[in-house]
T-cell receptor, first 114, second 114 residues
Framework: GQNIDQPTEMTATEGAIVQINCTYQTSGFNGLFWYQQHAGEAPTFLSYNVLDGLEEKGRFSSFLSRSKGYSYLLLKELQMKDSASYLCAVRSPLISGGYNKLIFGAGTRLAVHP | DTAVSQTPKYLVTQMGNDKSIKCEQNLGHDTMYWYKQDSKKFLKIMFSYNNKELIINETVPNRFSPKSPDKAHLNLHINSLELGDSAVYFC?????????????FGPGTRLTVT
């Protein structure tokens, strides 16, 4: 089966650090994406991990442990504009053709307070 | 310069009607997608076309029919609309369906069936 779990909601204070976790159990794994989605808008790409370890990109970092089926997104120096949903998505191979599809978690709604 | 555009942005219609949503991308990508995001914000793949060929066809009622006249366009036609079809429909594109490329999402079409 395919299962991707994230916390439904989180709150944090402006200037703080927050870690959003994602655990997955999928029939195949070819990488993990994080997307940000502001209310009423389209998802936008944040990060991609395929190897174990930490990928840093400015205030955002993403970590992957394939053996544990676990990833997290770390947001530093939180700003009010970071209030959004954060979607974890596993890149899962199709049966043939070398193709892949994204399986999304339900997303974590982050509220940043002053 | 809009990368992925969809029309209409809002669609309100009655049960039993037939409606279409149009999508266009100007990124030169080979692959386009349709996703459905329900009220719980769960984003789920419906269809994917690669170079105008249907590759992904998830368990979607056959009232939904995608059409790709060329690589830059992917339309979604829905027959006999039902209340449960109410959702936000996102079109997306990526460079191709085999590599680990990020997907670019359109602004979404909010469909309300009354």
């Amino acid at each position: 089966g395919q299962n991707i779990d994230q916390p439904t909601e989180m709150t944090a204070t402006e200037g703080a650090i927050v870690q959003i976790n994602c655990t997955y159990q999928t029939s195949g794994f070819n990488g993990l994406f994080w997307y940000q989605q502001h209310a009423g808008e389209a998802p936008t790409f944040l990060s991609y991990n395929v190897l174990d370890g930490l990928e840093e990109k400015g205030r955002f970092s993403s970590f992957l442990s394939r053996s544990k089926g676990y990833s997290y997104l770390l947001l530093k120096e939180l700003q009010m504009k970071d209030s959004a949903s954060y979607l974890c998505a596993v890149r899962s191979p199709l049966i043939s053709g070398g193709y892949n599809k994204l399986i999304f978690g339900a997303g974590t709604r982050l509220a940043v307070h002053p | 310069d809009t990368a992925v555009s969809q029309t209409p942005k809002y669609l309100v219609t009655q049960m039993g009607n037939d409606k279409s949503i149009k999508c266009e991308q100007n990124l030169g990508h080979d692959t386009m997608y349709w996703y459905k995001q329900d009220s719980k914000k769960f984003l789920k793949i419906m269809f994917s076309y690669n170079n105008k060929e249907l590759i992904i066809n998830e368990t979607v009622p056959n009232r939904f029919s995608p059409k790709s006249p060329d690589k830059a366009h992917l339309n979604l036609h829905i027959n006999s609309l039902e209340l449960g079809d109410s959702a936000v429909y996102f079109c997306a594109s990526s460079q191709d369906l085999q590599g680990p490329y990020e997907q670019y999402f359109g602004p979404g079409t909010r469909l309300t069936v009354t």
